[in-house]
């Protein structure tokens, strides 16, 4: 089956016809998604989401435009809204310095904390960076070699450097829809390098919708033109390609292996 390996479908985005994107999501052979909520305020929405829907999964964290910096999460509260049992990610958190909406200092603390309840609870943290690729990569290698935990970058689109090093660093990479852009031929060429067992598939919805449904709302369904990108820059038979990104999201998210049978 294909799996979107982040998307937040508790976005506004989607409040008047959930129900039918769900349904082109699974006319398109979308078997799971990872529903990723970003601040607070989407928590409950997302738990939901998760009961409602059998085959949807969660993750939760503080995108570091959320963060409240005189109100920042303390590490017992996030570890407490991560004991749902569909909960199988921390994050998504990370680093944006493209706005500098929100100072580096806090964005970096607010990384830190995330990382201390990936360690905790052993589940994987779902990584967002962007202009910031030399401080993550710093970060992730000073956080590594003190106490080692999994990781994946999503929606990733940052440089050859960073890819090398969260790959030596054991992380796993996930794939937009932004590699089906025209003027997207750097991430290609670096897509091309990288091992087929750490790479993921992402929608990133309701943003980056793909080739031909860019400038379009981006749903579930459509990660199937990614797919098919990732498949011929790869030079892998979509088949074994789904059987590989199976594999690696369950790898990855293994709480749900673990449980899987206890959920059906």
């Known amino acids: 089956m294909i799996i979107d390996s982040h ?5 506004g985005d989607y409040e008047d016809d959930m129900d039918l994107v ?32 059998p085959f949807i999964y969660g993750a939760f964290g503080i995108h570091p435009d959320s963060i409240e910096p005189n109100n920042m999460i303390k590490i017992d509260e ?18 944006d310095y493209h706005y500098e909406t929100i100072d580096r200092k806090y964005q970096q603390e607010s990384l830190m904390i ?42 990733f689109s940052s440089s050859e450097k960073l890819a090398k090093k969260a790959l030596d660093l054991g992380c796993y990479l996930s794939i937009s829809g932004m590699v089906t852009f025209k003027k997207a031929d750097d991430l290609r060429q670096i897509i091309k390098k990288i091992p087929l067992n750490r790479l993921l598939v992402e929608t990133d919805a309701p943003f980056l919708a793909p080739v031909p449904y860019r400038g ?4 579930p369904a459509y990660i199937v ?31 749900l292996k673990k449980e899987n049978e206890e959920w059906k």
């Open 225 to 255: 033109e990614t797919f098919k990108m990732l498949s011929e820059l790869k030079d892998v038979p979509q088949k074994k390609l789904e059987e590989a990104l199976e594999s690696n999201f369950y790898t990855l998210f293994d709480k």
């Open 78 to 95: 996030l570890l407490d809204l991560l004991h749902h049992l569909k909960i199988i990610g921390v994050g998504e958190t990370g680093l």
């Open 114 to 155: 995330h990382i201390e309840a990936a360690r905790q609870t052993g589940l994987p943290l779902i990584i967002h960076t962007r202009d910031a690729d030399d401080d993550m990569a710093a970060i992730l290698q000073e956080a590594m070699i003190y106490h080692p935990f999994k990781a994946m970058l999503h929606c």
């Open 7 to 11: 998307c937040h479908l508790t976005f």
């Open 22 to 53: 769900i349904q082109n999501a699974r006319e398109k052979g979308v078997g799971m998604i990872l529903n990723v909520a970003t601040n607070k305020d989407e928590y409950a929405q997302m738990v939901g989401l998760l009961e409602k829907y």
């Open 216 to 219: 379009q709302r981006n749903e």
